[in-house]
Nanobody, 124 residues
Framework: QVRLVESGGGSVQAGGSLRLSCAAS?????MAWFRQAPGKEREGVAG???????KYAASVLGRFTISRDNAKNILDLEMNSLQPEDTAMYYC?????????????????????WGQGTQVTVSS
């Protein structure tokens, strides 16, 4: 069983930065960040596997950076140039399998383990 605990959410003004972290217990070959805004579907933001293969959603490319410390089993998301449309609950997800080579890595159905989420609010 995998347990994921997110931290680092908060409120920031447009143009600001936040860093999210996810502490994992258990085997996590692939990890990712998703987000869900009120009334919208959960969407993949960025993913990474333990070989360092990364993918990003087009909406965050160039602004967000995903990284992980395999030894400590910690996943981070550095978010810069935040915009009001980035406001959402952010979730850490993990899977004990190769996912990042798949074209649909951003599909929530591919990820069996989820954290409780951390809120990010960006004001204009």
């Amino acid at each position: 069983q995998v347990r994921l605990v997110e931290s680092g959410g908060g409120s920031v003004q447009a143009g600001g930065s936040l860093r999210l972290s996810c502490a994992a217990s258990g085997y996590t070959y692939s990890m990712a960040w998703f987000r869900q805004a009120p009334g919208k579907e959960r969407e993949g933001v960025a993913g990474i596997d333990n070989l360092g293969r990364r993918k990003y959603a087009a909406s965050v490319l160039g602004r967000f950076t995903i990284s992980r410390d395999n030894a400590k089993n910690i996943l981070d998301l550095e978010m810069n140039s935040l915009q009001p449309e980035d406001t959402a609950m952010y979730y850490c997800a993990a899977a004990p399998a190769v996912i990042m080579t798949n074209w649909d890595w951003y599909s929530p159905q591919r990820w069996p383990y989820w954290g409780q989420g951390t809120q990010v609010t960006v004001s204009s």
